[in-house]
């Protein structure tokens, strides 16, 4: 009822976590492995590991969440050699997150994975930083399409990117025109949306200690602007470029609606760092509930369906 076949792979259910969320370490992967979850992906890695930021870095809100977590992470070998293991033990789809601090790095970093055994789903996380100064990498359009050209004249496996939240027509089109000319595996939309604030009014102060308060949003606050993410790019990226949708899934109803708009896969965050890998099959439930009342056996019967009114 929630098959979804992936790059050739056939998934038990659509659902994933998104990249940060209980996937730091092996210890969490394995769990997320062995939940009601139809793949995973590991936490952003970057070439060295990083400690991150000063705590606290995480907040969980009524309706959401707010973070500055700086990246922390145990380095991409710790994370490619798992992945590598798995993929030696069978395991046929697998998504691995990267990125790095700046635009060399980022080469040398997708260089190392094209050199490496690993064949799974490499995600390049583009909420990268760029020089001080100047706005994230996917942001900033022309780096993003030097950057991607860069990478794809020596990068042969399958690759997928992960985008913040655009707010703005004329971006969709300037960033979906770019994305066309790459054989990109797939677009993730949304991460957080950036540099929210989040305020503890009995002590009058923000909730978390790095960048002032200042973090990426995530959970109900941001389900509107992911849908019309997952959707802006469904409409315009050519159709072998599949959607993950990221963003505001807090029951069955939501994954719904990014399926609606065009999403192969859904990822959980905030909801999965609330509830626990249990998520997973709570959102399988209620998923199958919807698609029964409204007499729908498959995803495919109302992927990217969206209607408008006439
Ligand atoms: C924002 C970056 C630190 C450059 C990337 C990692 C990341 C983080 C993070 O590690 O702070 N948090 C998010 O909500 N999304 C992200 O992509």
């Known amino acids: ?34 939940s009601q979850a139809g793949a995973f992906i590991t936490k ?22 707010i973070n500055s ?38 080469i040398n970093l997708l260089s190392k994975i094209q050199r490496s055994g690993y064949q799974g789903v ?27 050209s860069e990478v794809f004249t020596f990068f042969t496996k399958p690759l997928g990117v992960k985008l913040p939240p655009y707010f703005d027509i004329a971006h969709f089109d300037e960033m979906a025109t770019i994305l066309n000319k790459f054989p990109l595996t797939y677009v993730n939309s949304v991460n957080s949306i950036g540099n929210g604030l989040c305020i503890n009014i009995d002590k009058e102060q923000v909730v978390i200690k790095p960048k002032g308060g200042f973090g ?3 959970g109900e606050y941001i389900k509107p602007t992911a849908l019309a993410n997952v959707r802006a790019f469904r409409e315009r990226l050519n159709p072998n470029i599949k959607i993950i949708g990221t963003g505001g ?33 709570r959102l399988n439930e209620e998923l199958k509930v919807i698609m029964k009342e409204k007499g ?15």
């Open 296 to 310: 729908y056996t498959s995803l495919e019967q109302f992927r990217g369906r969206l209607k408008i009114i006439e």
């Open 122 to 148: 490499t995600e390049f996380n583009l909420s990268c930083p760029n020089v001080p100064g100047k706005p994230q990498i996917a942001y900033d359009f022309e780096l993003t399409k030097k950057l991607l």
């Open 69 to 106: 977590m700086g990246l922390p992470n145990k380095g991409l070998d710790y994370y490619l050699n798992y992945v590598i293991e798995r993929q030696q033990q069978g395991t046929q789809l697998q998504f691995l997150s990267v990125t790095e601090m700046s635009y060399e790095e980022n």
């Open 216 to 218: 990426g949003l995530g």
């Open 1 to 34: 009822m929630l098959k979804t076949n992936f790059l050739g792979v056939e998934l038990a259910s659509p659902l994933m976590n998104a990249s940060g969320v209980h996937c730091m370490s092996i210890e969490e992967l394995e769990e997320l492995a062995n």
């Open 249 to 281: 899934v807090i029951n069955g109803k939501d994954v719904f609606e990014h399926i609606l708009c065009g999403a192969d896969l859904v990822q959980v965050g905030t909801t999965l760092h609330k509830e626990g890998v249990d998520v997973f099959t």
């Open 44 to 65: 952003t890695a970057t070439q060295l590991e990083r400690e991150g930021n000063s705590k606290p870095r995480y907040y969980d809100t009524k309706l959401g969440s």
